[in-house]
């Protein structure tokens, strides 16, 4: 957009393609405001450079087809009692679905087109994590947050399931990576489920990366690596403000911490924290930490902070190994910013003071390192993001 907000001219063919650039750019404004704000003629008409006639044509056909709906603004002028036509975005026309499927865990949100979430279900693994084939679980989580948000599948315009787990550029998963070993999605069975939906694979990385961006305001043109990091580290990549995949979708994935140093897996914090932890029980050393077969990292961290000398052992070679990690990273991409994401980031924080000074006796340039602040549902919103956009490209013609 140019500093007037009117889009650069393009060359037109047809009347068709006109009313479809024009209705494209008016319905566009409608998809970047916020929730529920209205707009009159007067300000499409400043927003677009169209005519009067030519907004309030393509508001009324926009309306017809569902995307705005309109009531009545006060006057401008005072003393005036016509009241001025004012349009919204429908954002309950189409619906979308979102589902974070994970190693222990899966979670299905439904959501309108502004993002809201509408309906919610999920159900854990806990003690049959190796279960094969999530297939059903996965459909019964999507028909149960349908049912929370009280609508059907005819609602649904789109949906994205992340999946802990590489991904090609056509959505299929790679073979030999430890989740796909492990847990099994019948993707055809997914699909089939809801034919009229467009339904995309995501990995849960990338998602969590086009999550973060968008809390950002989307307008970076930076570099950044969002480091997901639960029971498993993976990467979303974004370069100069678009996620970048790699040639054959598999940019970011963390395999190659096998071979460095120090760090010896892609195993995330979580599992990390637990087995060296559990390591030590095993071994005689004396701990706060409940010896139970899961101690989590929250309990971990806790203990740490109360003097554990165990715990606190065990956080200082997690803080030396997630230096070492975004060391490694930072040595061929050369973000500005490592953003720790997922439902551990905000324990990790604490640390992150630490793996700022490592990284300074790492590497020459060490980029910004913080801790996401959108929690455990951060798959999740990328995902609903990702539903969205479909939806959004596919609202009129380009």
């Known amino acids: 957009m140019g500093e007037s907000g009117v889009g650069p001219r393009v060359p037109v063919t047809s009347t068709q393609t006109v009313r ?5 750019l ?3 404004l409608f998809w970047k405001t916020p929730v529920d704000a209205g707009l009159t003629a007067t300000e499409l008409v400043e927003n677009t450079g169209l005519t009067r006639s030519t907004v309030l044509a393509i508001a009324d056909e926009l309306r017809e087809a569902g995307w705005l709906l309109e009531d009545r603004a006060p006057s401008l002028i005072p003393g005036r009692g016509r009241q001025a036509r004012r349009f919204t975005f429908n954002r309950k026309r189409r619906l979308v679905v979102a589902c974070d499927i994970g190693f222990r865990s899966i979670t299905s949100v439904v959501a309108d087109l502004k993002g809201a979430v509408l309906g919610r279900a999920g159900r854990r693994f806990e003690g049959r994590e190796w279960t094969t084939d999530r297939t059903g679980e996965v459909l019964q989580t999507i028909d149960e947050a349908l049912l929370d948000a009280g609508v059907g599948h005819d ?5 994205c399931l992340g999946l802990a787990a590489p991904l090609d550029r056509n959505g299929v998963p790679f073979q ?6 492990a847990v099994r999605i019948d993707l055809e069975r997914v699909r089939g489920f809801a034919t009229a939906w467009g339904i995309t694979f995501e ?4 998602l969590a990366a086009i999550a973060e961006m968008r809390a950002s305001g ?3 043109t930076g570099s950044t690596v969002t480091l997901l990091a639960g029971e498993w580290l993976g990467a979303g990549i974004v370069v100069n403000g678009e996620l970048f995949r790699g040639a054959n979708g598999g940019a970011g ?3 190659y911490l096998e071979r460095v140093m120090g760090v010896g897996s892609s195993l995330g914090p979580s599992a990390v924290a637990r087995d060296l932890i559990l390591e030590g029980l095993a071994a005689g050393r004396e701990s706060r930490v409940e010896r139970d077969a899961r101690p989590s990292l929250e309990s971990i961290m806790a203990a740490a902070n109360e003097g554990d000398a165990l715990a606190a052992e065990v956080v200082g070679r997690l803080e030396e190994r997630l230096s070492l990690t975004v060391s490694t990273l930072s040595s061929f991409l050369d973000p500005g910013a490592v953003i720790i994401s997922g439902g551990n980031a905000e324990l990790l924080a604490p ?3 630490g793996v700022r000074k490592r990284l300074g006796e790492l590497i020459p340039h060490p980029p910004e390192i913080l801790a996401s602040t959108l929690g455990r549902d951060v798959v999740l919103l990328g995902a609903v993001h990702s539903a969205i956009a479909a939806v959004r490209g596919a609202s009129l013609p380009s």
């Open 20 to 24: 479809d650039l024009n209705s494209s």
């Open 203 to 206: 990995n849960d990385a990338d």
């Open 351 to 353: 640390m992150l003071a």
């Open 26 to 28: 008016v319905l566009d």
């Open 176 to 181: 030999g990576n430890p989740f796909w070993d």
């Open 155 to 159: 609602r649904i315009e789109s949906a």
């Open 253 to 255: 994935e963390m395999g």
């Open 218 to 220: 989307g307008h970076s």
